[in-house]
């Protein structure tokens, strides 16, 4: 008989510099030349239901002032090249992400870890930041490495999946899943409204999971990927000479609201929406999370951890709904049903039914 896979541990992280409110400042001074656009701008930023986003980078004093960065690697009309940028990546990712793993407090326990699983789609470098993980955090040469890359911000999901079949088919597997994202990375000049609000909405988190098949924490119930019909220019991820370009269509949200409408049964299974208990949903936007409060009919409080995660921390691609979970986990109760959900590229929504198997 296959064992049951559980997420005992969740650990979280964010770099130590708050962009956020000057991220705003020049996200508006590159309208400067039309101040009703700027107004239209500043007005909608303020709407986000984000008061902090973090950056591993610090910003500069002014943000109408030549350069972005502390470091003048972002100066107006002269952004740093994808080179550079995956150079940036490979120096601050694995800060990160061992940030996150050391506060799983694994100690001795490290050694015994006998997979990892590393999701990104912010940078890449080979050798990648899977070694790096094993060498700063005192794992196994020999362990297991997976690494999820460019799913965008559903991959969390992936992985647990992925954690969840490996302890299924062994049972003394000991999986260490991290999620590590720089989004603030992939920054651009742009006079687009559109593409100024999907900017100041990313930021840079880690997070950290063990799954294994003791009986303590969340246990993995079931996956369901659902993808929405005529929407894959909607959300897109692509390579260009100057970073990532991602494409945040203002029409995700109905996409969604549409999507979730029509196949919450098949998400769901044999379970009415009344029995779920906690809803841990990507907070991809505060527009995103009304389109699914609003499609799914729930009050108020039930998206009040993604509402929090994305208010402390922006979206942090992958690494945000563990954030979510993470906040379920530290508060939950024994025999509470839950279903988690994650957006991303497609358009996507990869989800997951879950269950606690006690009390925290």
Known sequence: MSAKAYVNKIAVAVPDYDVHRFSIGFAASQLADDPRRQAVFTRMAERSGIEHRYCCFPSADDPNGPAVDGAGRFTRGNFPSTATRMDLFAEAAPVLAQKAVDRLELGPDAARITHLIVTTCTGLASPGIDLEIIERCGLSPSVERTIVGFMGCYAAVNALKLAHHIVRSDPEARVLAVNVELCTLHLKETTDIERLLTFILWGDGAAAALVTAEPTGIALDSFRAVVAPDSRELMTWTVRNDGFDMVLSGQVP?????????????????????????WAVHPGGKSVLDAVERSLGLDGEALRPSREVLRLNGNMSSATVMFVLADMLAHRQADQIGCGMAFGPGLTAETFMFHTADAA
């Open 254 to 278: 109905a996409a969604i609201h549409d999507t979730l409408s029509t196949r919450i049964t098949d998400i769901l299974g044999n379970r009415g929406l009344n029995n779920v208990d906690l």
